[in-house]
């Protein structure tokens, strides 16, 4: 042993307390001299320190024989710094109990991520063609040069993505071939057995991912229906909008719905008293709903303002059976929902602002009278249904405002005698029924806030 290297071992006074804690050590391993980690503990620990050594696994033992040390100088290091010298800095685990060093090259460590154990799928189809037909299903037959298709589809497994990630980071070295981690959703544990720099680089990302997954966004809603005047049938004209505070100005101009970067307003410069006002001026404006909801981090939020039609779908028609008895048809009870649905997934980006994937879809009735005509009992609905899809990238505290999305809503009005329109059968000669049509333009401003966990959430900021 002291051909290849120079130990030199002195006394000084205790500096701490412990296992060879009275000792110093200084020696140095030249860059030729290339000497065993296992012969260097063997010479410090065991014969110096009195410590026996043990491996805890047959790789931790066969590595230590394996890796050459070389080039090391090293002047009044304790014993403990040696080891994290050269046994933490070479991928290897160590701890002292009972006057025995364990070493060890891979562990087993439970890592704690709070997650919903549940997948969040979804989707939704659209294709129209020139010709001005449309079809919800993609595959129709209409030539493809004449169709334009758009297909939205999404499945989200936290828990069965996690598990490829964490393997791809574990090996993505090749240095060890560590098992596939053990994941148990129900309890949010996941369990790695592999080496140190893979646990250092596992805990890393599960610490990141902790933080992004808690991050939470307050989206502030309001839906505005307005119904146009006979002047503005076209939609509203978006370029008399002007929002201002104080002697600044912000002024928004697209030919019928708000799009892209002027379809943002700085949070300084928004007014909902002047949004409602120029609205106002573009026909009669109502408030459908203003609902404020709180979502993690790349999470979906989902708004619905509107009614559940139920129907009784038909399963079965009626038949004869063999003994010539005749059987009733047969029905389900199926359900579908009309109205505002307003689905919203918010990402906060690494320097604070805000992603957010809107996709509103407006659903309404072709005939109001339909459901009281008794031969559609077995029959859906039918609807028209208009959509807008976009992702927009906005600051903390900007509100972003989207219209365009008009529906024709008509309906009858019926007139008459009083008392006599009411009589049956003698109604039909003293009433008659107008047909009115109203075109609607939906506006929906969406204002997000992000939840600062190290910040009170007060009142105000919540906008209220």
Known sequence: ??????????????????????????????????????????????????????????????????????????KNYSFLQI??????????????????????????KTFNIDYIPSTRTGNSNFSASSAGSSSSDSSSSSDSSDTNSVNSAYTFDFWSGLAANLNNILNSDGEYKAPLPIIDKNAGLVTVTATKKQLSKIGNYINKLNERLHE??????????????????????????????????????????????????????????????FLSQQGNVSSLSNPKIVALNNQKAIISVGDTINYNALTKASYTDKN?????????????????????????????NIILRINPTVSAFRDQTQLKDTNRKDLPPDTSENKMSTVVRIKDGDTLVLGGLITNQNSFQENGVPLLKEIPVVKYLFSYKNKVSDKVELVFVVTPHIVRQNKKVTIKDLGY
Not at 24 to 40: C, Q
Not at 48 to 53: D, E, G, L, R
């Open 324 to 352: 010539g008895n005749p059987q009733p048809a047969e029905y389900s009870n199926k359900s579908e929902f009309i109205g505002i649905l307003l689905d919203i997934t918010p990402e906060i980006s690494e320097k604070g």
């Open 216 to 277: 939470q966004i307050m989206i502030d809603v309001r839906i505005y229906e307005v119904h146009l005047s006979k002047s503005n049938q076209t939609g509203i004209n978006w370029s008399k909008l002007g929002l201002s505070l104080g002697s600044s100005s912000s002024s928004l101009s697209a030919p019928v719905n708000i799009t892209g970067v002027d379809s943002i307003i700085h949070k300084t410069l928004f007014n909902a008293a002047g949004l409602l006002n």
């Open 83 to 108: 080891l994290d010298l050269l046994i933490s800095n070479n991928n290897f685990f160590y701890n002292i109990k009972n006057n025995i060093l364990h070493i060890s090259y891979i562990k087993t």
């Open 1 to 74: 042993m002291k051909k290849y290297f120079l130990l030199i071992i002195f006394l000084t006074n205790i500096v701490w307390a412990g296992v060879c804690g009275s000792k110093l050590f200084t020696f140095s391993i030249s860059n030729d001299a290339k000497v065993s980690l296992s012969s260097i503990l063997k010479e410090i620990a065991v014969n110096s320190c009195n410590v026996n050594v043990v491996y805890d696994d047959s790789i931790a033992k066969s590595k230590s024989k394996e890796l050459k040390v070389s080039g090391v100088s090293v």
